[in-house]
C-alpha cells in the first residue's frame, strides 16, 4: 500500500509484495537561466496489482519523476541528484546502463500520452512492436512479426493481420494508443507507467482505452502508474493517490479517502474544480494562479502564494508529510482543520 | 521542416518539397553556387515554420525584431562580420583611403615581382601592383553583391509576395515559371548567357544574377505570405473589412519580411562568390573591371602561381574573407530571426 | 506509389520543356553561331545562307526549337559545326565527369552525414561549434579557390599529386579534384544533418524507442537517423544543381577532359550545336536526380507515399 514519507523507509507493511519503491528522489535540470528543481524529495510506492495515481499540473514534476524511474531523462540537462529507486528489489539507480536498459521495456514499460508523436512516423506498427521482441528475446524478424500480431490482436485492434504493415499515420487516434498499450505489454511487465495515455484522445474514446488498460492490467496483476491532471479518470480506476506541487508530494492518499475528506488545500481546490451536476450555477472554485517557476520555489511551503488557508508559519516552515490517518498523509501544517471542516 | 506532413498548407497546393518544382524552402540546388545557406529546409525560416506563426500582430512583430537586435549585439560572430563588413563598404566607397596607387597603371618591367617595401603584395604577371588590386576588387565585389542582392530581393517579394497574397492564376503562372528557373543550374546559365553577351560591365553580372536569382526569394516570399495570410488576427482584421492594402502593409508584411531578409543576407555572401567564380571562367567581369574573380584566373593562367603564389594568395584570402563576413552575417541573422532556435 | 510516379512524371514534362527552350533562346537568340564560326571574317553570304538553312538558322526561334526537340528524340543532338557528331563528344565526356561526381557524391554522403550525427548529437559543445565554424568557412571560400589552393600547395609546393589529370582519367587521379568538389556540398550535408539530427533528438518517438529499452545504437540509427535523413537526402537531388556548377571549376583547374571542359570549349568556340546539346543533358539529369529523389523521398516517409 500506498506510504509516503520524507523520513527512512519502515519496514514493508503486509500485503501484495511491493514492485516499486521511490525513495527522497531529487531531480535537477540545469538551464540557462538556473537549476531548475524538478523534484524535490518524492516518494511513492507501487504494489503488485495496485494502481498508483499520480496527479498534478504541468510542472509539478510527475512526468519527470516518470521519466527518472524509466531512467529516459534528458540527460544533460536533466539529472538525479539524490534518492533510491528500488525496483523488483534492485536499486536502479546503482545499475549499469546495460543493465538499466534490460529492465526497461521489458521489467517495467511506459505510454505517452500522444501516440502520434510517440510512435514512429517512417517505421510500420509491425515493426515498432516486434522489434521489442528482437531486442530483447533475439527473435526472428518472421517470429516477431507474428508476435505483433498477437498483441494488436490482444488490444483488440480489428483485422491485426492485414494492418500489421501499416504505419501510424493510417490508425485512429484511439488505435494508436491502443498499438502504444501494445507496445508496453509486449514483453509483459511488471510496472506499467501511464504518462496521460487518454488526454489526446475524444472523450467516448478516453473511456474505451482506458477500459481496455484496467483490463489488462487485472489480467497480468502488473503494478500501473497512471500520471493525469485529470480527477475523473482516477475515480475510475486508481487505488492510491499522489497529489503533487512544484516537484513535491502534498498528499497521499487511498483514492475514495481521498475525494471525501482532502487533507491538503491544493488538492481541495482541485477537486473543487470540478464542474458538478448537483451545483448548476453556483461559481467553479479553480485555484488561483499559476505554479511557480521550478527556478524559484518559494520558501516555506511552496503552495503559500497561492493557498486560501496560508498563514506567516507557511511562508517561513516547510511542512513535512504529516501522517494525517490509516495510510494517508498531508503537506499541510494546517491539515487538521481540513479534515475537521469537512 | 522536417515534418513535411502532407497536410501542412504550403504543401497542399504543391507537390512535396525536394522536387524540382519545390525545390526545398531555400531553393538550394536551382541555383547552383547561389544557394543560400538557407538552402534545403535547415534552417530557413519558410513556407512550413515561417516567424509569422509566432508572433501576433504588428505589435508583437516588432518584439521579434527588437528581441532579434538584442541577440545580435551579443553575438561575437556579428559583430566580427558587422565590423568586417563596415571596413569592406568604407574602402569599396574610398578606396583611397587606404591605397594610394591606381590599378590599372601598372610596369611590365616588374611582372611578378615579390613584396618589396611600398607594395606588401608584390606585383602580379602584368606588373600591376597587387595590393592595389586587391583594395579595389573590394569595390566590385561589394557592388555586384550589394546591388544583385537587392534586386533579386524587391523582384522577387513583389512578385513572390503578390502571388502569395491573391493566389489563383497568378499564382499558378509564377509557380510554373519558377519551376522552370529551378531547373537551370545558376552556374550553368550563367556560363551560357553570359558567353553570349559581349562586353560585360558589372551592370551586366548583376542583371544576370538578378534574373535568375529572383525565383528563390520568389519562393520563400509566397510561401511565408501564404502562411502569415493564414493567421487568425488576419483572418479576423479581414473580417472587420480591413482593405487589401492595408493588410499587407499592415499585417502580412512585417511578418512575411523575415524570412525574406535571412535568405537575402546569404545569398549576398554566396553572390560574391559567383561573380567571382563566373570571372574565373571567363565569362563574368573583364578589364579594366577590378575583380578577384578574374585575378585569380590571370594567376592560374599556365600555373603562373608556380613561381609566385602571392598573385594567388591575396586575392583569394580577400575574395574568402568577403563572402565569410557575407554569410556569417547571414547566418547571424537567420539564428537571431529564426524563432524556432530560440 | 504508381500514381505518383505518374504525376510526378507529368509535373516535369513543362518544366523540361521551359527550361530546354530557355537554354535554347539565350544561345540562338542572343549569340549568332554563323556569325560566331568564321570569327574575325565577315562570312560569305552565300555560305552563310546555305549554313544557316542546314542548321535551321533561318526559322524563327520556336521553329529551331521543336525541330531540336524532335530531334533530340531519336537520339540525335547533332553536328558540331565542324562536323563531328554531339553524341560522340559526350561519350567521351559523360564517362570522366561521372566518375568524379560520383566520388564527391560518395564523400559528401559519408562524411557529411557522419560529421552532422556527430555535431548533431553534441549541440552546443566544442566539437559542434568548431565544425560549425569550419563548415562556414568551407561554404565562404569558392570552390575555384579551394582547388586552385590545393593544387598549388599540395601538387606544385610539395608535389604529393601530379597538378593536372591526365585524358583517360583515371579513378586515382580523379580523388583529390573529387574531394575539393565535395567540399561545399559536404558542409550543406553537415549542416543540415546536424540541424535534422538534433531536432529530432528532441522528438517523442525517440523517447519511445529508449522507454523500449532499446540499445542507444539502434536508437540513433533505425530512429532518429531513420528519420533525420529524409529533408538530407531532398538536398542531395538539388545538389546535383551545385555540382555541375562545381564540376565546370573543377575539371577547369585540373585539366579533367570531361562536360565542363567540352562546354568549355563549345563555348569559346561559340560552337552553339555542342553546347545546347551538352546543357540540355544536364538539365535532364538534374530534373531527373530530382525526380529520383522524390520517389526516394516517398520511400523513405510513409506519409507522403500514402498521402
Known amino acids: 500500500m500506498t506510504q509516503t514519507q520524507t523520513q527512512p523507509v519502515p519496514p514493508s507493511p503486509s500485503g501484495p509484495e511491493r514492485l516499486l519503491e521511490v525513495r527522497d528522489l531529487h531531480v535537477e535540470f540545469r538551464t540557462r537561466e538556473g537549476v531548475a528543481k524538478a523534484v524535490n524529495g518524492v516518494s511513492l510506492d507501487v504494489a503488485e496489482g495496485e494502481t498508483l495515481a499520480v496527479l498534478g499540473e504541468s510542472g509539478s514534476g510527475k512526468s519527470v519523476t516518470a521519466q527518472a524511474v524509466m531512467g529516459i531523462l534528458d540527460t544533460p540537462p536533466g539529472r538525479v541528484t539524490g534518492g533510491r529507486i528500488l525496483f523488483e528489489g534492485r536499486d536502479l539507480l546503482a545499475l549499469r546502463e546495460e543493465e538499466r536498459r534490460s529492465v526497461r521495456g521489458a521489467r517495467m514499460a511506459m505510454i505517452f500520452q500522444d501516440a502520434l508523436s510517440a510512435l514512429n512516423p517512417v517505421l510500420s506498427v509491425g515493426y515498432q512492436l516486434g522489434e521489442m521482441f528482437r531486442v530483447h528475446r533475439g527473435s526472428s524478424r518472421k517470429e516477431a512479426r507474428e508476435r505483433a500480431v498477437e498483441l494488436m490482436e490482444r488490444v483488440r485492434i480489428p483485422a491485426a493481420r492485414t494492418r500489421v504493415d501499416d504505419y501510424p499515420h493510417q490508425f485512429s487516434g484511439g488505435m494508436r494508443q491502443r498499438i502504444m498499450i501494445a507496445m508496453a505489454l509486449a514483453l509483459e511487465p511488471r510496472l506499467i507507467i501511464a504518462d496521460e495515455p487518454t488526454t489526446a484522445l475524444d472523450v467516448t474514446v478516453q473511456a474505451q482505452v482506458m477500459e481496455l488498460l484496467a483490463d489488462l492490467q487485472r489480467e497480468f496483476r502488473m503494478g500501473l502508474i497512471l500520471i493525469t491532471h485529470d480527477l475523473g479518470v482516477v475515480a475510475d480506476v486508481a487505488d492510491e493517490i499522489v497529489v503533487m506541487y512544484a516537484g513535491r508530494v502534498v498528499e497521499s492518499a487511498p483514492v475514495r479517502e481521498l475525494y471525501r475528506a482532502p487533507a491538503h488545500p491544493y488538492t481541495k481546490g482541485l477537486l473543487d474544480s470540478i464542474p458538478r451536476l448537483d451545483q448548476k450555477g453556483q461559481q467553479l472554485d479553480a485555484v488561483k494562479g499559476l505554479p511557480p517557476s521550478l527556478l524559484r520555489i518559494p520558501p516555506g511551503c511552496g503552495f503559500h502564494p497561492r493557498c486560501p488557508v496560508a498563514r506567516p508559519l507557511c511562508h517561513a516552515d516547510e511542512p513535512p508529510l504529516y501522517e494525517v490517518g490509516r495510510g494517508r498523509a498531508s503537506a499541510c501544517h494546517f491539515w487538521e482543520e481540513l479534515l475537521d471542516a469537512e | 521542416m522536417v515534418e513535411r506532413a502532407p497536410e501542412s498548407p504550403s504543401a497542399a497546393d504543391e507537390p512535396p518539397a525536394g522536387s524540382p518544382t519545390a525545390a526545398a524552402a531555400g531553393g538550394g540546388g536551382g541555383t547552383g553556387a547561389a544557394a543560400g545557406l538557407a538552402a534545403p529546409g535547415e534552417q530557413a525560416p519558410g513556407p512550413a515554420a515561417p516567424p509569422g506563426t509566432e508572433p501576433g500582430p504588428s505589435g508583437q512583430a516588432r518584439s521579434l525584431w527588437s528581441d532579434a537586435w538584442h541577440d545580435l549585439r551579443r553575438n561575437p560572430v556579428f559583430v566580427v562580420s558587422a565590423l568586417l563588413i563596415l571596413f569592406l563598404v568604407l574602402i569599396s566607397v574610398w578606396p583611397g583611403l587606404i591605397a594610394t596607387r591606381n590599378p590599372l597603371s601598372c610596369q611590365l618591367n616588374k611582372s611578378l615581382d615579390p613584396a618589396s617595401p611600398g607594395h606588401w603584395f608584390g606585383y602580379d604577371t602584368q606588373g600591376c601592383d597587387v595590393y592595389t588590386r586587391v583594395v579595389y576588387g573590394a569595390r566590385t565585389s561589394v557592388t555586384v553583391g550589394v546591388c544583385a542582392t537587392l534586386g533579386v530581393a524587391v523582384a522577387g517579394s513583389v512578385l513572390g509576395g503578390l502571388a502569395g497574397f491573391f493566389g489563383g492564376w497568378w499564382d499558378a503562372l509564377l509557380s510554373r515559371v519558377t519551376d522552370v528557373f529551378f531547373g537551370i543550374p545558376i552556374m550553368l546559365g550563367g556560363l551560357v548567357f553570359l558567353s553570349m553577351t559581349g562586353s560585360r560591365s558589372v551592370w551586366t553580372v548583376i542583371a544576370f544574377i538578378v534574373l535568375l536569382g529572383w525565383p528563390q526569394i520568389a519562393r520563400i516570399a509566397r510561401g511565408s505570405v501564404i502562411s502569415a495570410k493564414q493567421n487568425d488576427y488576419v483572418q479576423a482584421a479581414r473580417a472587420l473589412g480591413a482593405g487589401n492594402a492595408r493588410m499587407l502593409v499592415r499585417h502580412i508584411l512585417p511578418n512575411a519580411v523575415a524570412p525574406v531578409i535571412v535568405t537575402a543576407t546569404i545569398a549576398l555572401g554566396t553572390y560574391i562568390a559567383l561573380e567571382a567564380t563566373l570571372s574565373y571562367l571567363g565569362v563574368g567581369l573583364q578589364p579594366p573591371t577590378v575583380s578577384w574573380g578574374a585575378d585569380i584566373s590571370d594567376a592560374s593562367q599556365g600555373m603562373q602561381f608556380r613561381n609566385a603564389p602571392h598573385i594567388l594568395l591575396y586575392p583569394a584570402a580577400a575574395l574568402s574573407l568577403t563572402v565569410l563576413a557575407f554569410i556569417m552575417l547571414g547566418d547571424a541573422v537567420r539564428d537571431a530571426l529564426d524563432p524556432k532556435l530560440r | ?307
Open chain 3, 1 to 307: 506509389m504508381g500514381r505518383y510516379v505518374v504525376r510526378r512524371l507529368l509535373q516535369m514534362v513543362p518544366v523540361f520543356a521551359g527550361t530546354t527552350f530557355l537554354i535554347f533562346v539565350m544561345v540562338y537568340a542572343v549569340g549568332d553561331p554563323v556569325n560566331a564560326m568564321f570569327g574575325e571574317r565577315a562570312p560569305d553570304p552565300a555560305t552563310a545562307a546555305q549554313l544557316r538553312a542546314e542548321f535551321n538558322l533561318d526559322k524563327p526561334v520556336w521553329q529551331q526549337y521543336l525541330l531540336y526537340m524532335a530531334d533530340i528524340f531519336t537520339g540525335d543532338f547533332g553536328n558540331a559545326f565542324n562536323g563531328q557528331p554531339v553524341t560522340q563528344l559526350m561519350s567521351t565526356a559523360f564517362p570522366v565527369t561521372l566518375r568524379l561526381a560520383l566520388i564527391a557524391i560518395v564523400i559528401e554522403i559519408i562524411f557529411g552525414i557522419a560529421l552532422g550525427v556527430v555535431t548533431g548529437l553534441r549541440r552546443g559543445r566544442p566539437v559542434d561549434s568548431s565544425v560549425l565554424m569550419m563548415t562556414l568557412i568551407v561554404i565562404s571560400v569558392p570552390t575555384f579557390v579551394t582547388g586552385t589552393l590545393v593544387q598549388y600547395v599540395l601538387g606544385v609546393k610539395w608535389g604529393w599529386i601530379a597538378p593536372a589529370v591526365s585524358p583517360a582519367a583515371p579513378v586515382g587521379e580523379l580523388l583529390l579534384p573529387g574531394v575539393v568538389l565535395a567540399l561545399l556540398s559536404l558542409a550543406y550535408v553537415t549542416r543540415l544533418t546536424r540541424a535534422s539530427i538534433s531536432e529530432n533528438s528532441r522528438a517523442d518517438y525517440v523517447r519511445t524507442a529508449l522507454a523500449k529499452g532499446l540499445p542507444r545504437s539502434r536508437v540513433t540509427v533505425r530512429h532518429l537517423l531513420r528519420n533525420s535523413l529524409i529533408p538530407v537526402v531532398t538536398f542531395l537531388g538539388t545538389d546535383v544543381g551545385n555540382l555541375m556548377a562545381g564540376a565546370l571549376v573543377t575539371e577547369r583547374i585540373f585539366n579533367i577532359q570531361g562536360v565542363g571542359f567540352q562546354l568549355w570549349q563549345g563555348i569559346v568556340r561559340q560552337n552553339s550545336p555542342t553546347v545546347v546539346g551538352f546543357v540540355t543533358i544536364l538539365v535532364i539529369v538534374f530534373l531527373l536526380a530530382n525526380l529520383i529523389v522524390d520517389l526516394l523521398y516517398a520511400v523513405l516517409d510513409p506519409r507522403i507515399r500514402y498521402a
